[in-house]
Protein backbone atom coordinates (compact mmCIF):
# COMPACT_ATOMS: atom_id res chain seq x y z
CA UNK A 1 0.00 0.00 0.00
CA UNK A 2 3.13 2.16 0.31
CA UNK A 3 3.57 3.02 -3.34
CA UNK A 4 -0.06 3.53 -3.80
CA UNK A 5 0.01 5.96 -0.97
CA UNK A 6 2.92 7.90 -2.89
CA UNK A 7 0.81 8.03 -6.35
CA UNK A 8 -2.44 9.13 -4.33
CA UNK A 9 -0.13 12.15 -3.57
CA UNK A 10 1.00 12.54 -6.71
CA UNK A 11 -3.03 12.23 -7.85
CA UNK A 12 -3.97 15.34 -5.74
CA UNK A 13 -0.93 16.94 -7.02
CA UNK A 14 -1.93 17.09 -10.70
CA UNK A 15 -5.40 17.52 -9.84
CA UNK A 16 -4.63 20.51 -7.96
CA UNK A 17 -2.90 21.45 -10.54
CA UNK A 18 -6.34 20.92 -12.93
CA UNK A 19 -8.25 22.61 -10.54
CA UNK A 20 -5.58 26.23 -10.98
CA UNK A 21 -6.14 25.86 -14.88
CA UNK A 22 -9.62 26.08 -14.24
CA UNK A 23 -9.95 28.55 -12.01
CA UNK A 24 -8.05 31.01 -14.12
CA UNK A 25 -10.23 30.24 -17.44
CA UNK A 26 -13.16 31.87 -14.85
CA UNK A 27 -13.70 28.83 -13.13
CA UNK A 28 -16.76 29.14 -10.64
CA UNK A 29 -16.57 28.49 -6.61
CA UNK A 30 -19.42 25.50 -7.04
CA UNK A 31 -17.67 23.90 -9.99
CA UNK A 32 -14.46 23.89 -7.37
CA UNK A 33 -16.51 22.24 -4.74
CA UNK A 34 -17.58 20.05 -6.88
CA UNK A 35 -14.51 18.82 -8.47
CA UNK A 36 -12.90 18.59 -4.82
CA UNK A 37 -15.65 16.35 -3.55
CA UNK A 38 -16.25 13.94 -6.83
CA UNK A 39 -12.25 14.04 -6.43
CA UNK A 40 -12.40 12.58 -2.46
CA UNK A 41 -15.00 10.69 -3.15
CA UNK A 42 -13.28 8.88 -5.71
CA UNK A 43 -10.30 7.98 -4.05
CA UNK A 44 -11.51 6.97 -0.99
CA UNK A 45 -14.01 4.64 -2.83
CA UNK A 46 -10.78 3.28 -4.65
CA UNK A 47 -8.45 2.55 -1.82
CA UNK A 48 -11.53 1.02 0.14
CA UNK A 49 -12.27 -1.53 -2.36
CA UNK A 50 -8.81 -1.79 -2.97
CA UNK A 51 -8.39 -2.87 0.64
CA UNK A 52 -11.26 -5.17 0.72
CA UNK A 53 -9.99 -7.10 -2.63
CA UNK A 54 -5.98 -7.34 -1.69
CA UNK A 55 -7.00 -10.24 1.41
CA UNK A 56 -8.97 -12.10 -0.74
CA UNK A 57 -6.13 -12.40 -3.65
CA UNK A 58 -3.77 -14.06 -4.10
CA UNK A 59 -0.08 -13.09 -3.98
CA UNK A 60 0.49 -12.71 -7.41
CA UNK A 61 -3.18 -11.53 -8.01
CA UNK A 62 -2.17 -8.20 -5.87
CA UNK A 63 0.28 -6.28 -7.86
CA UNK A 64 -2.20 -6.38 -10.43
CA UNK A 65 -5.15 -5.26 -8.54
CA UNK A 66 -2.69 -2.32 -6.93
CA UNK A 67 -1.69 -1.45 -10.91
CA UNK A 68 -5.69 -1.23 -11.80
CA UNK A 69 -6.22 1.28 -8.96
CA UNK A 70 -3.30 3.40 -9.41
CA UNK A 71 -4.53 3.82 -13.13
CA UNK A 72 -8.07 4.65 -12.00
CA UNK A 73 -6.73 7.62 -9.74
CA UNK A 74 -4.79 8.81 -12.89
CA UNK A 75 -7.55 8.61 -15.38
CA UNK A 76 -9.78 10.82 -12.75
CA UNK A 77 -7.50 13.88 -13.53
CA UNK A 78 -7.19 13.11 -17.14
CA UNK A 79 -11.49 12.87 -17.44
CA UNK A 80 -10.64 17.03 -16.11
CA UNK A 81 -8.20 17.82 -18.70
CA UNK A 82 -10.76 16.59 -21.22
CA UNK A 83 -13.13 18.28 -19.61
CA UNK A 84 -11.21 21.28 -19.03
CA UNK A 85 -10.29 21.56 -22.78
CA UNK A 86 -14.09 21.46 -23.91
CA UNK A 87 -14.53 23.87 -21.80
CA UNK A 88 -12.07 26.32 -23.51
CA UNK A 89 -13.92 25.44 -27.07
CA UNK A 90 -10.45 23.29 -28.03
CA UNK A 91 -12.93 20.46 -29.05
CA UNK A 92 -10.95 18.59 -31.42
CA UNK A 93 -8.49 18.27 -28.59
CA UNK A 94 -10.51 17.17 -26.13
CA UNK A 95 -11.51 14.46 -28.72
CA UNK A 96 -8.42 13.45 -29.29
CA UNK A 97 -7.46 12.88 -25.84
CA UNK A 98 -10.76 10.95 -25.23
CA UNK A 99 -10.09 8.06 -27.65
CA UNK A 100 -6.25 8.12 -25.97
CA UNK A 101 -7.93 7.91 -22.66
CA UNK A 102 -10.32 4.62 -24.29
CA UNK A 103 -7.30 3.35 -25.72
CA UNK A 104 -5.24 3.52 -22.51
CA UNK A 105 -8.32 1.45 -20.32
CA UNK A 106 -8.88 -1.34 -22.84
CA UNK A 107 -4.48 -1.82 -22.51
CA UNK A 108 -4.88 -1.55 -18.49
CA UNK A 109 -8.15 -4.01 -18.89
CA UNK A 110 -6.57 -6.88 -20.74
CA UNK A 111 -3.62 -7.34 -17.88
CA UNK A 112 -5.83 -8.80 -15.39
CA UNK A 113 -6.82 -11.63 -17.71
CA UNK A 114 -3.22 -11.76 -18.60
CA UNK A 115 -1.92 -12.70 -15.46
CA UNK A 116 -4.76 -14.75 -14.86
CA UNK A 117 -3.94 -16.99 -17.68
CA UNK A 118 -0.16 -18.17 -16.46
CA UNK A 119 -1.09 -20.27 -13.81
CA UNK A 120 -2.56 -22.99 -15.72
CA UNK A 121 0.50 -22.59 -18.14
CA UNK A 122 2.29 -22.97 -14.99
CA UNK A 123 0.72 -25.82 -13.78
CA UNK A 124 0.60 -27.93 -17.13
CA UNK A 125 4.15 -27.70 -17.14
CA UNK A 126 4.70 -28.75 -13.62
CA UNK A 127 2.60 -32.08 -14.92
CA UNK A 128 4.35 -32.41 -17.72
CA UNK A 129 7.53 -32.88 -15.64
CA UNK A 130 5.74 -34.90 -13.09
CA UNK A 131 4.90 -37.44 -15.74
CA UNK A 132 8.14 -37.56 -17.22
CA UNK A 133 10.15 -38.01 -13.87
CA UNK A 134 7.42 -41.16 -13.67
CA UNK A 135 8.70 -42.48 -16.93
CA UNK A 136 12.05 -42.12 -15.90
CA UNK A 137 11.49 -43.97 -12.55
CA UNK A 138 9.99 -46.82 -14.59
CA UNK A 139 12.79 -47.37 -16.58
CA UNK A 140 15.17 -47.44 -13.67
CA UNK A 141 12.95 -50.44 -12.03
CA UNK A 142 15.27 -53.32 -14.01
CA UNK A 143 18.23 -51.98 -12.89
CA UNK A 144 17.09 -51.63 -9.24
CA UNK A 145 15.73 -55.14 -9.20
CA UNK A 146 18.81 -56.70 -10.32
CA UNK A 147 20.68 -54.21 -7.89
CA UNK A 148 17.76 -55.84 -5.17
CA UNK A 149 18.88 -59.24 -5.81
CA UNK A 150 22.87 -58.86 -5.53
CA UNK A 151 22.13 -57.39 -2.84
CA UNK A 152 20.01 -60.04 -0.83
CA UNK A 153 22.85 -62.84 -2.24
CA UNK A 154 25.26 -60.20 -0.47
CA UNK A 155 23.18 -60.35 2.92
CA UNK A 156 23.18 -63.82 2.76
CA UNK A 157 26.79 -64.47 2.08
CA UNK A 158 27.47 -62.01 4.74
CA UNK A 159 25.39 -63.47 7.34
CA UNK A 160 27.55 -66.58 6.60
CA UNK A 161 30.91 -64.91 6.86
CA UNK A 162 29.31 -63.37 10.38
CA UNK A 163 29.36 -67.07 11.91
CA UNK A 164 33.12 -67.93 9.89
CA UNK A 165 34.12 -64.48 11.99
CA UNK A 166 33.17 -66.23 15.37
CA UNK A 167 34.69 -69.05 14.60
CA UNK A 168 37.90 -67.84 13.29
CA UNK A 169 37.80 -65.54 16.57
CA UNK A 170 37.32 -68.52 19.31
CA UNK A 171 40.01 -70.81 17.50
CA UNK A 172 42.46 -67.47 17.27
CA UNK A 173 41.62 -66.94 21.65
CA UNK A 174 42.31 -70.39 22.13
CA UNK A 175 45.35 -70.90 19.94
CA UNK A 176 47.08 -67.52 21.76
CA UNK A 177 46.11 -68.62 25.06
CA UNK A 178 47.95 -72.12 24.37
CA UNK A 179 51.31 -70.69 23.24
CA UNK A 180 50.80 -68.67 26.07
CA UNK A 181 50.73 -71.25 28.67
CA UNK A 182 53.82 -73.12 26.98
CA UNK A 183 55.65 -69.60 26.80
CA UNK A 184 55.10 -69.86 30.84
CA UNK A 185 55.80 -73.00 31.15
CA UNK A 186 59.24 -73.74 29.11
CA UNK A 187 62.35 -73.29 31.54
CA UNK A 188 64.51 -70.33 31.07
CA UNK A 189 67.78 -71.56 29.40
CA UNK A 190 71.33 -70.29 31.48
CA UNK A 191 73.47 -69.60 27.98
CA UNK A 192 72.36 -69.26 24.53
CA UNK A 193 69.95 -67.45 22.31
CA UNK A 194 66.06 -67.43 23.91
CA UNK A 195 63.61 -68.84 22.35
CA UNK A 196 61.14 -67.08 20.11
CA UNK A 197 57.25 -67.69 20.56
CA UNK A 198 55.50 -66.30 17.26
CA UNK A 199 51.22 -65.30 17.50
CA UNK A 200 50.30 -65.43 14.31
CA UNK A 201 48.09 -62.30 13.16
CA UNK A 202 44.25 -61.86 13.24
CA UNK A 203 43.30 -62.95 9.95
CA UNK A 204 42.34 -59.90 7.90
CA UNK A 205 39.00 -61.59 7.81
CA UNK A 206 38.07 -60.03 11.03
CA UNK A 207 36.05 -56.92 11.10
CA UNK A 208 36.82 -54.30 13.47
CA UNK A 209 34.84 -53.84 16.64
CA UNK A 210 32.20 -50.90 16.14
CA UNK A 211 32.22 -48.49 18.17
CA UNK A 212 29.08 -47.33 20.39
CA UNK A 213 26.55 -45.19 18.86
CA UNK A 214 23.12 -43.74 18.35
CA UNK A 215 22.62 -45.22 15.48
CA UNK A 216 23.53 -49.33 15.16
CA UNK A 217 26.11 -50.43 12.82
CA UNK A 218 24.84 -53.87 11.27
CA UNK A 219 24.91 -54.86 8.03
CA UNK A 220 21.73 -57.35 8.00
CA UNK A 221 18.40 -57.47 9.98
CA UNK A 222 19.46 -59.93 12.34
CA UNK A 223 22.60 -59.60 14.38
CA UNK A 224 24.86 -62.33 15.08
CA UNK A 225 25.25 -63.30 18.56
CA UNK A 226 28.44 -61.97 20.52
CA UNK A 227 30.97 -64.13 21.62
CA UNK A 228 31.69 -63.96 25.20
CA UNK A 229 34.03 -61.85 26.89
CA UNK A 230 34.25 -59.27 24.24
CA UNK A 231 36.22 -56.31 24.91
CA UNK A 232 34.61 -52.90 25.07
CA UNK A 233 35.34 -51.03 21.71
CA UNK A 234 37.37 -47.93 21.70
CA UNK A 235 36.45 -44.55 21.98
CA UNK A 236 37.38 -43.77 17.98
CA UNK A 237 36.56 -46.55 16.11
CA UNK A 238 39.14 -47.68 13.69
CA UNK A 239 38.82 -50.33 11.28
CA UNK A 240 42.02 -52.57 10.71
CA UNK A 241 44.10 -50.05 13.34
CA UNK A 242 43.09 -47.03 11.05
CA UNK A 243 41.02 -44.58 12.16
CA UNK A 244 37.65 -43.66 10.80
CA UNK A 245 37.24 -41.45 8.16
CA UNK A 246 36.31 -37.84 8.43
CA UNK A 247 33.71 -36.51 6.19
CA UNK A 248 33.16 -32.70 5.50
CA UNK A 249 29.38 -31.21 6.32
CA UNK A 250 29.26 -30.51 2.44
CA UNK A 251 30.36 -34.52 1.74
CA UNK A 252 28.19 -35.97 4.60
CA UNK A 253 25.04 -33.71 2.62
CA UNK A 254 25.58 -34.80 -0.26
CA UNK A 255 25.91 -38.61 0.95
CA UNK A 256 22.22 -38.09 2.40
CA UNK A 257 20.80 -36.59 -0.53
CA UNK A 258 22.10 -39.45 -2.71
CA UNK A 259 20.40 -41.92 0.13
CA UNK A 260 17.40 -40.52 0.38
CA UNK A 261 16.78 -40.61 -3.98
CA UNK A 262 18.44 -44.45 -3.62
CA UNK A 263 15.47 -45.05 -1.26
CA UNK A 264 13.02 -43.74 -2.86
CA UNK A 265 13.70 -45.91 -6.14
CA UNK A 266 14.14 -48.72 -3.44
CA UNK A 267 10.42 -47.98 -1.52
CA UNK A 268 8.87 -48.00 -5.17
CA UNK A 269 10.88 -51.35 -6.03
CA UNK A 270 9.60 -52.90 -3.03
CA UNK A 271 5.73 -51.59 -3.55
CA UNK A 272 5.79 -53.54 -6.42
CA UNK A 273 6.94 -56.26 -5.44
CA UNK A 274 4.58 -56.43 -2.56
CA UNK A 275 7.71 -56.31 -0.38
CA UNK A 276 8.30 -54.59 2.88
CA UNK A 277 9.37 -51.50 3.03
CA UNK A 278 12.61 -50.27 4.64
CA UNK A 279 13.73 -48.02 7.73
CA UNK A 280 16.11 -45.72 6.31
CA UNK A 281 18.96 -46.93 9.21
CA UNK A 282 18.15 -50.32 7.03
CA UNK A 283 18.58 -48.62 3.79
CA UNK A 284 21.71 -47.24 4.57
CA UNK A 285 23.23 -50.53 4.68
CA UNK A 286 21.67 -51.45 1.62
CA UNK A 287 22.31 -48.43 -0.44
CA UNK A 288 26.14 -49.21 0.65
CA UNK A 289 26.19 -52.69 0.24
CA UNK A 290 25.12 -51.87 -3.37
CA UNK A 291 27.72 -49.26 -3.91
CA UNK A 292 30.72 -51.22 -2.45
CA UNK A 293 29.55 -54.85 -1.78
CA UNK A 294 32.99 -55.58 0.16
CA UNK A 295 31.73 -56.03 4.05
CA UNK A 296 35.19 -54.33 5.15
CA UNK A 297 33.83 -51.13 2.93
CA UNK A 298 30.53 -50.77 4.01
CA UNK A 299 31.40 -50.90 8.04
CA UNK A 300 34.21 -48.14 7.55
CA UNK A 301 31.59 -45.84 5.24
CA UNK A 302 28.84 -46.38 7.80
CA UNK A 303 30.89 -45.54 11.05
CA UNK A 304 31.98 -42.47 9.21
CA UNK A 305 28.34 -41.19 7.82
CA UNK A 306 27.36 -42.06 12.02
CA UNK A 307 30.65 -39.75 13.17
CA UNK A 308 30.18 -37.56 10.71
CA UNK A 309 26.24 -36.97 11.65
CA UNK A 310 26.82 -37.14 15.34
CA UNK A 311 29.66 -33.86 14.49
CA UNK A 312 27.11 -32.10 12.37
CA UNK A 313 23.72 -32.49 13.54
CA UNK A 314 23.93 -29.56 16.18
CA UNK A 315 24.48 -26.76 13.40
CA UNK A 316 23.04 -27.86 10.05
CA UNK A 317 19.09 -28.92 9.94
CA UNK A 318 19.61 -31.27 7.23
CA UNK A 319 22.06 -33.33 8.85
CA UNK A 320 19.68 -32.92 12.24
CA UNK A 321 16.48 -34.09 10.45
CA UNK A 322 18.75 -37.13 8.83
CA UNK A 323 19.31 -38.18 12.34
CA UNK A 324 15.56 -37.64 13.88
CA UNK A 325 14.80 -39.86 10.73
CA UNK A 326 17.34 -42.37 11.83
CA UNK A 327 16.50 -42.55 15.46
CA UNK A 328 12.72 -42.65 14.24
CA UNK A 329 12.24 -39.47 16.37
CA UNK A 330 10.25 -38.01 13.57
CA UNK A 331 9.09 -39.65 10.13
CA UNK A 332 10.64 -39.53 6.97
CA UNK A 333 8.23 -38.00 5.01
CA UNK A 334 8.98 -35.01 6.81
CA UNK A 335 11.91 -34.27 5.09
CA UNK A 336 9.43 -32.77 2.08
CA UNK A 337 7.70 -30.46 4.55
CA UNK A 338 11.32 -29.02 5.08
CA UNK A 339 11.74 -29.00 1.52
CA UNK A 340 8.37 -27.18 0.80
CA UNK A 341 9.29 -24.41 3.46
CA UNK A 342 12.89 -23.50 1.41
CA UNK A 343 11.00 -23.16 -1.84
CA UNK A 344 8.19 -21.19 -0.13
CA UNK A 345 10.70 -18.70 1.39
CA UNK A 346 12.24 -18.42 -1.72
CA UNK A 347 8.59 -18.10 -3.47
CA UNK A 348 7.27 -15.71 -0.91
CA UNK A 349 10.83 -13.54 -0.96
CA UNK A 350 10.52 -13.01 -4.33
CA UNK A 351 6.32 -12.18 -4.19
CA UNK A 352 8.02 -8.96 -2.06
CA UNK A 353 10.42 -8.21 -4.31
CA UNK A 354 8.51 -8.21 -7.04
CA UNK A 355 5.55 -5.89 -5.40
CA UNK A 356 8.25 -3.12 -4.39
CA UNK A 357 10.36 -3.36 -7.75
CA UNK A 358 6.95 -3.66 -9.67
CA UNK A 359 8.81 -2.37 -13.22
CA UNK A 360 12.35 -4.49 -12.39
CA UNK A 361 11.93 -7.73 -14.55
CA UNK A 362 12.31 -11.26 -13.60
CA UNK A 363 15.77 -12.13 -14.27
CA UNK A 364 16.63 -8.54 -12.74
CA UNK A 365 14.66 -10.12 -9.59
CA UNK A 366 16.08 -13.31 -9.76
CA UNK A 367 19.43 -11.74 -8.93
CA UNK A 368 18.33 -10.03 -6.44
CA UNK A 369 16.94 -13.21 -4.52
CA UNK A 370 20.26 -14.64 -5.08
CA UNK A 371 22.35 -12.06 -3.82
CA UNK A 372 20.24 -11.80 -0.63
CA UNK A 373 20.41 -15.50 -0.14
CA UNK A 374 23.92 -15.63 -0.33
CA UNK A 375 24.18 -12.79 1.93
CA UNK A 376 21.93 -10.58 4.69
CA UNK A 377 18.36 -10.26 4.69
CA UNK A 378 16.66 -7.17 6.07
CA UNK A 379 14.05 -7.37 8.39
CA UNK A 380 10.82 -6.05 5.67
CA UNK A 381 11.76 -8.97 3.84
CA UNK A 382 11.90 -11.50 6.19
CA UNK A 383 8.60 -9.56 8.35
CA UNK A 384 6.84 -10.09 4.94
CA UNK A 385 8.18 -13.89 4.78
CA UNK A 386 7.03 -15.12 7.90
CA UNK A 387 3.38 -13.21 7.51
CA UNK A 388 2.21 -15.94 5.28
CA UNK A 389 3.63 -18.71 6.69
CA UNK A 390 2.86 -19.06 10.22
CA UNK A 391 0.24 -17.64 12.71
CA UNK A 392 0.31 -14.85 15.01
CA UNK A 393 1.49 -16.70 17.93
CA UNK A 394 4.35 -18.30 16.26
CA UNK A 395 5.44 -14.91 14.42
CA UNK A 396 5.90 -13.30 17.54
CA UNK A 397 8.08 -16.31 19.25
CA UNK A 398 9.99 -16.38 15.59
CA UNK A 399 10.30 -12.68 15.25
CA UNK A 400 11.88 -12.50 18.83
CA UNK A 401 14.45 -15.58 17.75
CA UNK A 402 14.82 -13.48 14.65
CA UNK A 403 15.12 -10.10 16.42
CA UNK A 404 17.72 -12.13 18.76
CA UNK A 405 20.18 -13.35 16.26
CA UNK A 406 20.18 -9.84 14.42
CA UNK A 407 21.49 -8.43 17.78
CA UNK A 408 24.32 -10.89 17.65
CA UNK A 409 25.41 -10.18 14.02
CA UNK A 410 25.60 -6.80 12.25
CA UNK A 411 23.05 -7.74 9.65
CA UNK A 412 21.20 -11.11 9.73
CA UNK A 413 22.67 -13.48 7.37
CA UNK A 414 20.06 -15.53 5.29
CA UNK A 415 21.30 -19.19 5.72
CA UNK A 416 20.91 -17.92 9.62
CA UNK A 417 17.44 -17.10 9.17
CA UNK A 418 16.77 -20.20 7.07
CA UNK A 419 18.24 -22.24 9.62
CA UNK A 420 16.00 -20.82 12.31
CA UNK A 421 12.77 -21.79 10.41
CA UNK A 422 13.94 -25.31 9.63
CA UNK A 423 14.78 -25.42 13.56
CA UNK A 424 11.44 -23.89 14.44
CA UNK A 425 9.56 -26.54 12.04
CA UNK A 426 11.82 -29.56 13.27
CA UNK A 427 11.35 -28.65 16.83
CA UNK A 428 7.29 -28.01 16.23
CA UNK A 429 7.16 -31.39 14.39
CA UNK A 430 9.20 -33.70 17.37
CA UNK A 431 6.89 -31.89 20.05
CA UNK A 432 4.07 -32.96 17.73
CA UNK A 433 4.96 -36.45 18.18
CA UNK A 434 6.78 -36.67 21.37
CA UNK A 435 3.94 -38.81 23.21
CA UNK A 436 3.52 -41.22 20.06
CA UNK A 437 7.55 -41.91 19.69
CA UNK A 438 6.69 -43.18 23.81
CA UNK A 439 4.50 -45.05 23.16
CA UNK A 440 5.87 -46.84 20.00
CA UNK A 441 8.98 -47.48 21.60
CA UNK A 442 7.46 -49.47 24.66
CA UNK A 443 5.78 -52.00 21.92
CA UNK A 444 8.93 -51.89 19.87
CA UNK A 445 10.83 -54.70 21.00
CA UNK A 446 13.90 -55.05 19.63
CA UNK A 447 14.06 -51.05 19.15
CA UNK A 448 14.09 -51.30 15.27
CA UNK A 449 11.94 -49.36 13.78
CA UNK A 450 9.48 -51.76 13.20
CA UNK A 451 6.31 -53.97 14.54
CA UNK A 452 4.78 -56.47 13.83
CA UNK A 453 0.74 -56.36 13.47
CA UNK A 454 0.13 -57.70 17.38
CA UNK A 455 2.75 -54.96 18.56
CA UNK A 456 0.86 -52.17 16.35
CA UNK A 457 -2.56 -52.83 17.39
CA UNK A 458 -1.56 -52.45 21.19
CA UNK A 459 -0.24 -48.99 19.88
CA UNK A 460 -3.09 -47.98 18.63
CA UNK A 461 -5.24 -49.17 21.55
CA UNK A 462 -3.00 -47.05 23.39
CA UNK A 463 -2.89 -43.99 21.53
CA UNK A 464 -7.02 -44.63 21.11
CA UNK A 465 -8.38 -46.40 24.23
CA UNK A 466 -12.11 -47.26 22.36
CA UNK A 467 -10.54 -48.57 18.78
CA UNK A 468 -12.49 -50.83 17.20
CA UNK A 469 -11.42 -53.99 15.01
CA UNK A 470 -12.57 -52.45 11.44
CA UNK A 471 -10.16 -49.21 12.51
CA UNK A 472 -7.29 -51.82 12.91
CA UNK A 473 -8.06 -53.53 9.80
CA UNK A 474 -8.78 -50.33 7.61
CA UNK A 475 -5.10 -48.95 9.48
CA UNK A 476 -3.46 -52.40 7.88
CA UNK A 477 -4.84 -52.26 4.74
CA UNK A 478 -2.48 -48.65 4.54
CA UNK A 479 0.59 -49.41 6.61
CA UNK A 480 0.59 -52.83 5.92
CA UNK A 481 -0.99 -53.95 2.49
CA UNK A 482 0.74 -57.12 1.62
CA UNK A 483 0.06 -58.51 4.97
CA UNK A 484 4.05 -58.90 5.01
CA UNK A 485 3.42 -58.26 9.01
CA UNK A 486 6.20 -55.66 9.16
CA UNK A 487 5.01 -52.09 9.73
CA UNK A 488 7.67 -49.12 9.96
CA UNK A 489 7.98 -45.86 12.57
CA UNK A 490 6.83 -43.71 9.44
CA UNK A 491 4.16 -45.96 8.36
CA UNK A 492 2.79 -45.83 11.39
CA UNK A 493 2.94 -42.03 11.67
CA UNK A 494 1.14 -41.62 8.23
CA UNK A 495 -1.90 -43.93 9.60
CA UNK A 496 -2.06 -42.75 12.18
CA UNK A 497 -1.97 -39.00 11.91
CA UNK A 498 -5.37 -38.42 12.41
CA UNK A 499 -5.44 -40.26 15.91
CA UNK A 500 -2.07 -38.46 16.80
CA UNK A 501 -3.59 -35.14 16.55
CA UNK A 502 -6.79 -36.28 19.17
CA UNK A 503 -4.56 -37.81 21.11
CA UNK A 504 -2.28 -34.89 21.72
CA UNK A 505 -5.49 -32.87 21.70
CA UNK A 506 -6.86 -34.81 24.77
CA UNK A 507 -3.80 -34.80 26.39
CA UNK A 508 -4.03 -31.28 26.63
CA UNK A 509 -7.33 -31.21 27.62
CA UNK A 510 -6.23 -33.40 30.72
CA UNK A 511 -3.20 -31.49 31.37
CA UNK A 512 -5.64 -27.95 31.48
CA UNK A 513 -8.19 -29.43 33.89
CA UNK A 514 -5.80 -30.58 36.35
CA UNK A 515 -3.83 -27.23 36.73
CA UNK A 516 -7.65 -26.26 37.48
CA UNK A 517 -7.99 -28.55 39.83
CA UNK A 518 -4.81 -28.00 41.39
CA UNK A 519 -5.57 -24.32 41.46
Known sequence: MTNLNNDLESVIHLFNSVKIMKATADSSIEDENRMTLAFETHCKSVSERLGDRLVSLEPYQRSTEILMAKHGLYDVCFQEVIAFCEQLGAIDLAKVLRQIRAVHTVLFQSVPPMISSITPLAEKKFQAEISDMKLKMAQSDLETNQLLEAAEMLEVESKNKDVEILRLRGLLRQQQQQQQQQQQQQPQPLSGRKKKITVSPPPETLPPQPASKSISISISKSHPPTPPQTPKPPKTPST??????????????????????????????CASNKLPRETTEQHLYTYLNQRYGLRKLIVANAAAVVKAVAKFKEEDNFVATFDRIMNNQIDEEFRFVQEQVVTTISDLLRVHLKAKHHMKPDDVVTKMICKIQSTTIKEEEWGNVIKYMYTDEDIKTISLILKYEHNNEEQLKFKTFKRILLDFQLLGHERFLSSFVTKFANVDDDNNGIVNRKQFSHLLTMMKRNSTKSELAKCFQICDRFENDTITFSEAVSTLSEVIVDHNAQQEVEVRSNKRITT
Open 240 to 269: NGEAIRQLTLKQLTSFIADLYKSKIIYDKK
